[in-house]
């Protein structure tokens, strides 16, 4: 041992002395059972100089490209999600007319629900009356203030 | 610089320097440094990997496991000598055996618990042998924190300051700590002759 003080403080009695020299013999058992070419096989196969790992790290695996190519990854997605975004929401191409209006605009519902008043098509229905097949109440909301902002009737 | 033997070890302060000087040598790719610190704790931590692995070629791997550090940390500057480089490779080791031994643990494969595979002293072995397998039994039986005590001051030959300074307690508390483990095994070694 490498001190002189082996834990068993003064007055400790003989029996926990002796279990220390078996403890002790024990530990002496365990060093002397590798072989004599123990120490050269460890030092040759871990110098310092040694190029090769036996205990490989993952630490240097590491680059800026690994990083790159996610955040890349990512700023692609995103440029691609809202690109997909603004062409949902771009009205379509010519033919039709799409009526979008703010719910909360509150004059622009007025006057529509008064185009629906003031339009010959609509101006006649009456709710008892029995529609037509081929009349305005085949047609969307939409298609009927189409006709009439169009000039389909005035 | 002069290779401290196998059976040297640094306790005083000039020790400690001569130590951190061949430490420094190792690191600058001093192959004469390198081989004497190996052969001044190879076998100690390899004990130690014996004591809590109970097998031969895993002590031998984690022995091994342990020096490739030490020599990738000098290789990159990973080191600085302050006198405290013993407490440190030990560290290193313990932290590889308990590593190792919960990976068993998970595989739940080949750590055979020690009560099951050592023939512990049933009076019908050789005198030293049974002794020595009912010591490891008892060792074994200890919960970790004593067992690491044991291990280091018996197995790994660390100084009782040493080992205050690798578990990071007051040295009172370690020796207390050692001084209760002895207590246990030496009840488990009179239960078991007691049997007999």
């Known amino acids: ?154 | 610089m002069r290779p401290i033997a196998a059976d040297e070890h640094p306790g005083s302060v000039s020790e400690h320097d001569r130590l951190g000087a061949l430490v420094t040598d190792a690191a600058s790719g001093d192959e004469a440094a390198w081989e004497s610190i190996v052969s001044m704790y190879a076998r100690r931590i390899y004990a130690m990997a014996k004591s809590r692995l109970r097998d031969a070629e895993s002590a031998e791997e984690i022995t091994q496991s342990v020096f490739a550090t030490l020599a990738v940390h000098l290789r990159e500057g990973g080191y600085e000598e302050r006198g405290r480089f013993e407490s440190w490779l030990f560290r290193i080791t313990m932290n590889r055996v308990r590593d190792e031994g919960r990976q068993r643990q998970r595989r739940s494969a080949e750590t055979v618990p020690i009560e099951a595979c050592e023939v512990v002293a049933d009076g019908t072995g050789a005198g030293d042998d049974g002794r020595l397998a009912a010591l490891r039994a008892a060792v074994g039986g200890l919960d970790g924190p004593d067992r690491e005590v044991i291990e280091l001051r018996h197995h790994g030959q660390l100084s009782f300051a040493q080992i205050a300074d690798l578990l990071g307690e007051p040295i009172g508390t370690v020796l207390a700590r050692h001084h209760r483990a002895l207590k246990k095994i030496r009840r488990v070694i009179e239960d078991e002759e007691s049997l007999q």
């Not at chain 1, 205990?55 to 997909?84: D, Y």
């Not at chain 1, 519902?109 to 037509?132: H, K, R």
């Not at chain 1, 047609?139 to 009927?144: F, G, V, Y």
Request: glycine share 12%; aromatic share 6%; charged share 25%.
């Open chain 1, 1 to 154: 041992m490498n001190e002189k003080t082996d834990g068993t403080a003064s007055g400790t009695d003989g029996a926990t002395r002796g279990l220390v020299e078996m403890l002790d013999a024990l530990g002496e058992h365990e060093r002397r059972e590798p072989d004599a070419g123990f120490e050269q096989r460890i030092a040759r196969e871990t110098r310092p100089g040694v190029v090769g790992r036996v205990t490989p790290t993952r630490g240097n695996r590491w680059s800026p490209g690994w990083v790159a190519l996610p955040v890349a990854a990512a700023l692609l997605l995103g440029v691609f999600g809202l690109w997909m975004q603004r062409s949902a929401s771009a009205p379509p191409g010519g033919g039709s007319l799409r009526l979008v209006w703010d719910e909360n605009d509150v004059d622009d519902l007025l006057f529509i629900d008064g185009l629906w008043d003031q339009s010959p098509i609509t101006a006649d229905m009456d709710e008892t009356e029995t529609a037509n097949e081929n009349t305005a109440d085949e047609q969307t909301a939409d298609e009927l203030l189409f006709d009439v902002l169009e000039g389909g009737s005035t």
